[in-house]
């Protein structure tokens, strides 16, 4: 069973950074394409990032395009999602999760989840 499990949220000021990791486990992830979303409160699950991880190409959002770069570590089986010039906007819980095959952007094609970590921009 594939698990994934996430950790780096947190507070931080506009303008700042943060960096997001997701461990995956239980399979073999060299056809999986890894995808960040994120919720915000009273809003549905919006696509942020993705990547295949075997040639690690990427997609992002337009929202993060140019201040958010996904990429992974094979040998940790680790997805990252490093976030720049944070704004208060990118408040949201932010999921992990993983797909197999075709790189989509819906939520609704991904497979499976994590917990969730919890990212709050201030102003």
């Known amino acids: 069973q594939v698990q994934l499990v996430e950790s780096g949220g947190g507070l931080v000021q506009a303008g700042g950074s943060l960096r997001l990791s997701c461990v995956a486990s239980?399979?073999?992830?060299?056809?999986?394409?890894m995808g960040w979303f994120r919720q915000a409160p009273g809003k549905e699950r919006e696509f942020v990032a993705n990547i295949r991880w075997s040639g690690g190409s990427t997609y992002y959002a337009d929202s993060v395009k140019g201040r958010f770069t996904i990429s992974r570590d094979s040998a940790k089986n680790t997805v990252y999602l490093q976030m720049n010039s944070l704004k208060p906007e990118d408040t949201a819980v932010y999921y992990c999760?993983?797909?197999?095959?075709?790189?989509?952007?819906?939520?609704?094609?991904?497979?499976?989840w994590g917990q969730g970590t919890q990212v709050t921009v201030s102003s």
């Open positions: 239980g399979g073999f992830f060299n056809n999986y394409v």
């Open positions: 999760a993983a797909t197999i095959g075709v790189a989509w952007s819906t939520a609704s094609n991904y497979n499976f």
